[in-house]
């Protein structure tokens, strides 16, 4: 059995008299690519925040890579990668600039700054572009570089929020690739995505609904389960019943 490196019990997450979070309970896997879907305003992102110790939960058990959300939100950050949705990379910086910005950040050593930064560049094939500015790259190759970044260090568990926004078809199947290629390596992906079809890449994904996860299991048994074809199907039934 691989190891738990996300633990949630019963997370609850208050704003005021607003629920956003409303009693969570999963866990999440080593090496294991974990979907976490829901619409707009379902409380997803301030799940994430609390996942990856930007804030903390109002009450519950939340343990991410060992470490306790609550009350150990600085060694959480140590341990993750994290690429939002908004492009986070600088454009002013150069991309070989940004890699070592970012690698001084994650407290690598100048050596180890050296040798992952020649390892990306080789990988990503990014060797033409090294001396570019960030402004200068179309969108798919700044996606593609910032998720390399955010995995520079090696964490445990990457957190990916709309990864694949506005990019084309063939960039997103790439992107694809990038990601089985990190789990492979044993470090947890925990992504947020639109495109159901995605969802069907992951190991097992959880739907939320008004604050509470409503679905949690493989694509495939979630499919059969709703007797569907697709994981948007299994979407729709749950998020818009009374739809299709």
Known sequence: MKEKVIEVENLV?????FTANDRLSFDVYEGEIFGFLGANGAGKTTAIRILSGLSSPTSGKVKVAGFDAGTQAEMIKRNIGYMCQKFSLYEDLTVRENIALYGGIYGLSRSE?????AQ????????EYENKLISDLPLGLKQKLSFAVAVLHEPRIVFLDEPTGGVDPITRRQFWEMIYETAERGIT?????????????????SIMNDGRIVALDTPSNLKKQYNVSSVEEVFIKIARPGVG
């Not at 990306?120 to 060797?127: G, Q, S």
């Open 113 to 117: 700054i050296t040798e992952r930064t």
């Open 13 to 17: 997450k208050r704003f005021g008299h």
């Open 189 to 205: 992906i925990f992504v947020t995505t639109h495109y159901m079809d995605e969802a069907e890449y992951c190991d097992r994904i």
């Open 120 to 127: 990306l560049l080789d990988r990503l094939r990014f060797r």
